[in-house]
């Protein structure tokens, strides 16, 4: 497997003056929107460091061209108190019967730790971008699996069963090194009410493993594939795993194709990889240097 990069999609900069997009374009999601158009999905910071969700739109056949930027976020911080007041960060989209499923990170800054993260969701029920939180409180929250903390979802729709894979933190430490964190797996009836096992679908494997983060999951066949980001020594790249069914993987990151680039925006690191099908083939959006706030790039896999 070898990915060929396409080069630098968006990055927010002075042509785009938006208070609520300061910097940051991270955790890519695309969404088909007509015969070669996209629109892709990401979080992006305020100048108080909260995240917001806004998209821009491209063609897939001239990627480095801009067709539209959003103007207002679709997703903000929510009140204060609530679990999402510090920030909301893009998790994934699935569109069932009509609807638009985002899930998403909220932050909720802390004293004795930095932050804690719980998930939540907004609808959108039309073609106009109008998400709906479906609550002031997160679908899934700290419990008694997992009791520290936890990050971005991916969720698929699979048969009748909805299956989330979600990050989920080990412990808290003095050092970031400390805070290790793991990929889990829930399932569901209906999307909303979720049911959790302390399944660990990825673990850590190496003791310079930080943790494991921001899956992404395509179904080919009978096989399950996942693509995700390993944090070492504060250092992010892209792992990749398959499964024969949903819930054992086995990791193969040595196969999974990408690298850092010898210069430029992804020359430190890479990382949020979002996979997607298009026309016969396989394209990756990802992250690079400063965890998204160089922007976000495309690549396409050459069989």
């Known amino acids: 497997m070898r990915w060929r990069k396409l080069g630098l999609v968006f990055v927010p900069n002075s042509e785009y003056s938006y208070p609520w ?32 969700i806004g998209f821009v739109e491209f063609d897939l056949r001239r990627p480095r061209e801009t067709l ?7 997703l903000s911080p929510g009140e204060p108190g609530c679990f999402d007041d510090s920030g909301a960060s893009m998790g994934c989209l699935v569109i069932y019967e009509g609807k ?15 932050w804690r993260n719980s998930i939540g969701l907004a609808i959108s029920e039309t073609d106009n971008l109008a998400f709906r939180k479906y ?7 700290r419990n008694e699996v997992d009791p520290f903390s936890l990050s971005y979802p991916w969720v698929m729709r699979d048969g009748s069963t ?10 808290w430490g003095k050092h970031r090194s400390d805070m290790k964190y793991v990929i889990k797996y829930a399932e569901s009836s209906d999307g909303i009410q979720w049911h959790r096992g302390d399944i660990v679908a990825i673990p850590l494997l190496y003791e310079e493993e930080w943790g494991i983060s921001r899956p992404c999951v395509i179904r080919d066949g009978t096989t399950y594939t996942m693509w995700y980001s390993v944090l070492r020594s504060n250092i992010y790249r892209i792992g990749y795993a398959v499964s024969p ?20 925006w992804d020359s430190e690191m890479i990382e949020y990889p979002y996979v997607f099908d298009h026309g016969g083939k396989r394209y990756m959006l990802y992250n690079g240097n400063g965890f998204g706030r160089t922007g976000f790039g495309l690549a396409v896999l050459d069989e």
């Not at 910097?23 to 917001?52: M, T």
């Open 245 to 264: 069914d949903a819930i054992h993987w086995q990791r193969k990151d040595d196969e999974v194709g990408i690298e850092p680039s010898e210069s430029g």
């Open 100 to 114: 638009r499923y985002l899930y998403y990170l909220g932050w909720n800054l802390g004293v004795t730790v930095p």
């Open 21 to 52: 997009m300061a910097s940051h374009a991270a955790n890519p999601v695309a969404e088909r929107i007509g015969d070669y158009e996209f629109r892709v999905y990401f979080s992006c910071r305020d100048d108080q460091n909260r995240s917001h």
């Open 135 to 141: 609550s002031m409180a997160p679908i899934i929250d």
């Open 162 to 171: 909805w299956r989330m894979w979600y990050g989920s933190n080990l412990g």
């Open 68 to 74: 539209r930027v959003a103007e207002q976020p679709i």
